[in-house]
Nanobody, 121 residues
Framework: VQLQACGGGLVQAGGSLRLSCAAS????????MGWFRQASGKEREFVAT????????YYADSVKGRFSISRDTAKNTWSLQMNSLEPEDTAVYFC???????????????WGKGTQVTVSS
């Protein structure tokens, strides 16, 4: 499975961005899709995840109420709508595909290249 993320950019605090991730290839071990982020000098952290079969979602507390993850089964893509962005959201965002709904990055088998999100104050 190959993942391709896009949609990052520069936005002012309070603004919005929408990230998308497209998957191609076999869907083995891809029951759940997630977004993670890594700020400069920090460890990669969980942002949001969604399970394909029932659209169950889970969010990090830091983004709950501001971010929304969704999927388009027909297009084999999933998106992260980010509203009310804060400078603390600045990071490289990665999409990932894995076998289960989890906040732990280790079970995610496939990873896309990151896309930079920069929020100015």
């Amino acid at each position: 499975v190959q993942l391709q993320a896009c949609g990052g950019g520069l936005v002012q605090a309070g603004g919005s961005l929408r990230l998308s991730c497209a998957a191609s290839g076999s869907n083995t071990h891809t029951s759940a899709m997630g977004w993670f982020r890594q700020a400069s000098g920090k460890e990669r952290e969980f942002v949001a995840t969604i399970r394909w079969r029932d659209r169950k979602t889970y969010y990090a507390d830091s983004v709950k109420g501001r971010f929304s993850i969704s999927r388009d089964t027909a297009k084999n893509t999933w998106s992260l709508q980010m509203n009310s962005l804060e400078p603390e959201d600045t990071a490289v965002y990665f999409c990932a595909a894995g076998p289960d709904l989890t906040t732990d990055p280790r079970p995610y088998v496939y990873w896309g290249k990151g896309t930079q999100v920069t929020v100015s104050s």
